[in-house]
């Protein structure tokens, strides 16, 4: 049995205590160090470092001073975060933060102040800093770096689960209202959803990777094998404002798009995000297009789920032009290495990660309509007999030549190997002296995934 968290949660107190739009991200308040110093805080399952503006930046309008804390402490480590796109170098230390609207009380957590950054903090950003929800293995420099949420679960005691809800669907990317959504650490909150919450387990504890099993358009189902839908990973981002698919699977589904919509011709650029399509205000295209569903391995592996959007979560409205004209974007782009859910999705939804089931929850999410209609469904469950019985694998080879190289290469580890202990079991005649040039440092051997 888990203990009784220590810390009084309140669910009800974190509803709407976010704030956002889906083109720019949902953050949190939060309070830095007595005196308080108030930021806002964007919600990233994508990464696992807290980091904050640590100097004046042209795009926010706020930052983090350390010098005025009381409780500031600098860690003197440098650290540098890339993302797919943007970066930021900064120094580690730790500090008391408060949540106004989150968990009760004060805790101390490790915190980046970013002193450099490119395309991080971009122009209309009502963000200072960004808040990485993932696991420690994605934390830089190293995994050593307690995330902010192992620090509330051991601190708080509170159980390791939290949930999210970004209530975007239908409105303009970067209205000049900011839309809600709710963060809740320690649980879920039941307020937040309909019908039955959906499980998938967690393929590996990094990001949030899950295994999708097919993609349907318009109830048509893409017919792909299934590791396609997750070459190299399919993880759940809610720091990605779009859903990205892996290129041959955008392909495919840009192709079913255009062939089961009622639109005959369409510019290439709107499918690339080069190009807004626009129509008259009084017009709706969401009709023109289908309803879009992702298969889900359940928690039985047997079984699986899907989840749908309809055109209102990825046909979005993002500019007026004049008095007549409303125009629109495609909310699913090309990814060179995952399929990432990112908000374009997670807006239909109320989504539970699970931690300490390793496992990530779907349920559908109410204020995931437009126009009184809802835009998302959850429906289940489907046998997976017609799919493998894994999906997610590690690099395949398709060709024999691929294969017959491979051993080739294996082989001559093999000998390398063999030499290398033969050598060492003879006794040296002569003692080398190494020089620095001897000492090799070779950073780039270390495979590591850079993307976020």
């Not at 968990?103 to 450099?116: D, Q, R």
């Not at 209530?167 to 209202?177: D, E, Q």
């Not at 809740?184 to 039955?196: A, C, H, K, M, R």
């Not at 995952?338 to 089931?357: C, H, N, P, S, W």
Request: net charge negative; proline share 6%.
């Amino acid at each position: 049995l888990a203990s009784e968290p220590s810390a009084t949660l309140n669910f009800l107190a974190m509803v709407e205590n976010l704030r956002g739009a889906s083109g720019r991200g949902y953050y949190l308040e939060m309070l830095i160090g007595p005196p308080p110093q108030a930021l806002n805080i964007l919600v990233d399952t994508g990464s696992s470092n807290f980091a904050v503006a640590g100097v004046p930046d042209p795009d926010v309008t706020s930052y983090f001073d350390p010098e005025l804390s009381s409780t500031y402490r600098s860690e003197g480590i440098e650290v540098t975060v890339k993302y797919s796109q943007g970066s930021w170098t900064g120094v580690l230390g730790t500090d008391v933060i408060t949540m106004p609207k989150g968990l009760y009380g004060s805790y101390t957590i490790n915190i980046a102040t970013i002193l450099e950054s490119e395309n991080f903090f971009l122009p209309g950003v009502k963000w200072h800093g960004i808040l990485g929800l993932a696991y420690d293995a994605l934390a830089k420099p190293s995994s050593s770096v307690e995330t902010f949420f192992d620090s509330l679960v051991r601190q708080a005691k509170i159980p390791n689960v939290f949930s999210l809800q970004m209530c975007g669907a239908g409105l303009p990317v970067s209205g000049s209202g900011t839309n809600g959504g709710s963060l809740v650490l320690g649980g879920i909150e039941p307020s937040l959803y309909t019908g039955d919450i959906w499980y998938t387990p967690i393929k590996e504890e990094w990001y949030y990777q899950v295994e999708i099993l097919k993609l349907e358009v318009g109830g048509q189902n893409l017919e792909l094998d299934c590791r396609e839908y997750n070459a190299d990973k399919a993880i759940v981002d809610s720091g990605t404002t779009l859903l990205r698919l892996p290129e041959k699977v955008f392909s495919a589904v840009v192709q079913a798009i255009a062939r089961t919509s009622l639109i005959q011709e369409f510019s290439s650029g709107f499918w690339t995000g080069s190009q807004l399509a626009c129509w008259d205000r009084t017009e709706k295209p969401w009709a023109l297009f289908p309803k879009l569903s992702i298969y889900l391995r359940d928690e039985n592996s047997s079984r699986s789920f899907r989840i749908s959007i309809l055109p209102q979560l990825y046909i979005q409205p993002i500019l007026v032009i004049g008095d007549n004209l409303q125009c629109y974007r495609f909310g699913i782009s090309s990814s060179t290495n995952a399929l990432v859910i990112g908000a374009t999705v997670m807006e239909g939804f109320y989504v539970i990660f699970d931690r300490a089931q390793r496992r990530v929850g779907f349920a559908v999410s109410p204020c995931a309509e437009v126009d009184g209609s809802p835009v998302s469904e959850i429906e289940g469950p489907f046998t997976t007999a017609d799919v493998a019985s894994n999906c997610v694998s590690s690099v395949s080879f398709h060709e024999p030549v691929l294969w017959i190289a491979s051993y080739a290469l294996m082989s001559l580890c093999g000998i390398i190997l063999l030499v290398l202990i033969i050598l060492l079991l003879i006794p040296p005649r002569c003692q080398h002296r190494y020089t620095d040039n001897d000492v090799v440092n070779d950073e780039s051997s270390l495979v590591r995934h850079r993307w976020k």
